[in-house]
């Protein structure tokens, strides 16, 4: 077993235990309305700071990650003015941190991204007696951050979820003209024979060479974590069989054509899948989309908060921070954007429309077939870059 395996291994495990499985004993862990409401109050109580006193505050986050009454109820209650900006990629968000004048306050990279920023001072250290919410993450749940934030003075988990493929079941059906789908999930995205039909329905892939590569390698058999040059090759080698089939490369725009019916097949992040089918059960269009969790594997990720170097209110980043960690906060938001919270508490508050849903907490048996991305090494990173480049470029 190789070292990055068995981190994913571990991981993997802790987080099922975390409570992502569904074998978890909930009773003995599910707040009362009481417990949360008083460490709710608690949390409000703002501590004490010598930093300085601003009034407004600079979001950078993923598109579709919050659930905006949250963050007009923190500028009420705060009396700050938040500016919130979106991106739909670790690369994006990683151009502006890296030269040290991001603008913003708070932002989220992936574990994947966090490490080589920390080490490149990107961010500065977080003052934990200003996060007295704190306390309402799963230690257990730092282990994935513990690889990039080694001593933890930077990051604070918001959520985790999984790469995976949304699909329109009736057009599949139709496209395939009644094959049913095939055991491994994985060939309708990576078998020609699949792909060559399903391109009539419309297939979108994350625009992300880091999400998609380990998927690939995944299913190729080979460790996801691989970074040789032979292996990222044959990666690239799969992608480019099914290419010329893929209508789109989106990371946030294929949530409402798949929700419209516009594409029958996307490979997106689990959470973002789960609202297209939201919206277009909502929209009651008749477009019926299943978010898949493939037995044979998916990729594991969490985002995390970090507070650029650069920040002009860096108190009022602590305090919204910590207002998300409120298990009230942190379900309203898991809800809105069906995906795992961090504040553990925040799981037993959410719908259970969600919290039952296997691509949004998957048990333990999904999770042992899962995978958690690890970091590249940047000449990985760039080597497979230059690959995803020509592949778009359909050369
Ligand atoms: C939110 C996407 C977050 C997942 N739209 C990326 N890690």
Redesign the pocket.
Known sequence: MTKAWAISAITLTILAACGGGGSADVNKTAPTAASVASSDTAASSAPASNLPTTAELKIYN????VDPETVKDFEKSQGIKVVYDVY?S?ETLEAKVLTGQSGYDVVTP?NTYIGRQIKSGAYQKLDKSLLPNLSQIDPKLMVFLKEVDPTGEYSIPY?W?MNTMGINVDKVNQALGGTPLPENQWDLLFKPEYTNKLKSCGISILDSVS?VFPLALNYLGKDPHSQTKEDLQAAADLIKKVRPDIRRFS??GYIDDLARGDLCLTLG?G??LNIAARRAEEAKNKVNIEVLVPKTGFGV?M?AFLIPRDASNVLNAHKYINDTLAPQVAAKNGNY?T?APASKAAKELMEKEYTENRSIFPNDEDLEKGFMYLPMEADALKTATRMWQDIKKGV
């Open positions: 993923w598109s579709d990650y739909d670790n992936s959520f979820g999400d990371s946030s992040y959470g973002d990720w985002d954007v995906y």
